[in-house]
């Protein structure tokens, strides 16, 4: 008789997260092949059952915490005004051409370059839906849809920590570390909440393998297939939210090869499928970017003659280049307290959780470098870029520092 821990997810939440991914990457696709108008209206509808399914059904009882999280949000983003101009000008703008064009591909025309139109284009699409049901468009009540897709995200988190104090915990560190980014139209939190969640499922699966699928073998069996299903949905999303999204999921899959071959695992034939069906739709996406030559402009494409060895090499000489990112990217308020919150938590269940540590801090740290590399060779002005973004993008380490803070709390010792 040995005892060894397992970690129990919440299936009814892992399963209803499974069902709210698939219709909201099937409201993707659907514009992505041109499909008839009704079968986007249906889909849509069949989305909305499902969030009410979450919202009114008894057998969620005991989340109530995240119903009113999601409501109240919901609420939010339908009575702001968009004045971020990425979420004017950037998301809101190809949800509208979508809107009025009935294309998912208007943005290949490549008007106004500076609009990011080699995006994919996930969220406004739903957006794009939605206006299309209430039948105009107007600048507020489309991007709403962004909490739409950001409820499979959260979900899958709640599932893992269970206990309604961590989720509480849990949805007022995201209130204080995301706070207004959720709900103003932008995609950066969404893109943040999916690196939390692919993290956790794929750290969940592959690395640790320390799941409770259930007693009986026909519940093992499906618990496991929904378990998979949803990595593969939440890692889709991820990757079509935005280019950065893509970065990530790739630090993700490059960090599991690290970890199995530093300790000699074997990589399995439906692991090697889940990666794939991943990064396909993706893949897709930009090589028809690239066929109608429309390109990311953060790599300075049609924005000077400078490459981006000489401006990365140029700022490196620079000293007030380092000021810059003392400035915005170690300094930043939010980066530092939950860089704290980590730490502390590292030095006081290390031992018991050593393999999650080193699976965070191996993404983590990997995107935290990435982020220098980029900002070295974006094609405008660094404090300018800095200005307007850094404190966007370090949204996701600060996310994943505390989500995994409170995850090692949430352990669950079964006998066998």
């Known amino acids: ?10 299936w009814k939440l892992i399963r209803i997260s499974c069902f709210i991914s698939l219709a909201v990457f099937c409201n993707y696709l659907l514009w992505a092949i041109n499909s008839y108008s009704f079968l986007k209206y249906f889909n849509f509808s069949l989305l909305i059952f499902l969030i009410l399914n979450f919202l009114i059904n008894k057998d969620f009882k005991d989340h109530n915490y995240v119903r009113l999280f999601f409501i109240c949000l919901l609420v939010l983003s339908l009575g702001s005004v968009t004045t971020d101009w990425d979420a004017r000008s950037v998301w809101l703008f190809h949800a509208k051409r979508i809107f009025f064009d009935n294309n998912l591909y208007s943005g290949f025309d490549n008007y106004e370059p500076e609009l990011m139109n080699a995006y994919p284009l996930l969220a406004p699409s739903l957006s794009a839906t939605l206006a299309k049901i209430v039948g105009y468009w107007n600048e507020i009540f489309p991007k709403s849809t962004n909490i739409f897709v950001l409820l499979p995200a959260l979900l899958v988190q709640c599932s893992f920590l269970k206990n309604y104090k961590l989720n509480l915990i849990w949805l007022m560190f995201i209130l204080l570390f995301s706070g207004r980014i959720l709900v103003n139209g932008r995609t950066d939190g969404l893109v943040a909440m999916y690196f939390v969640s692919n993290c956790l499922i794929i750290f969940s699966l592959f690395i640790e393998n320390k799941i409770n699928y259930g007693t009986r073998r026909k519940d093992r069996k499906l618990n496991e297939i929904f378990l998979l299903a949803s990595g593969i949905f939440t890692g889709i999303t991820l990757t079509l939210l935005k280019n950065e999204g893509f970065v990530l999921m790739l630090i993700i899959f490059l960090t599991t090869i690290l970890y199995k071959a530093i300790n000699k695992k074997s ?73 704290i919150i980590f730490s502390f938590v590292l030095y006081k269940n290390f031992t018991n959780n050593k393999t999650m540590f080193t699976f965070v801090l191996l993404n983590v740290i990997s995107y935290y470098i990435l982020l220098y590399i980029i900002f070295l060779g974006a094609s405008w002005d660094l404090e300018m870029t800095l200005n307007s973004s850094a404190h966007r993008v370090l949204v996701s380490i600060v996310l994943a520092f505390s989500f995994f803070s409170i995850y090692t709390f949430k352990n669950k010792t079964i006998k066998l």
């Open 1 to 10: 008789m040995s005892v060894k821990t397992f970690y129990t997810p919440d």
């Open 267 to 339: 990589f399995k034939s439906k692991e090697l499928i889940f990666w794939i069906i991943i990064f396909s739709p993706f893949v897709i996406w930009k090589l028809m970017t690239i066929y109608h030559g429309v390109y990311p402009r953060i790599l300075g494409y049609g924005v000077d003659d400078i490459s981006i060895y000489e401006r990365i090499t140029g700022r490196l000489l620079h000293l007030n280049s380092y000021k810059l990112f003392i400035t915005y990217l170690i300094l930043n308020e939010k980066f530092i307290l939950s860089l």
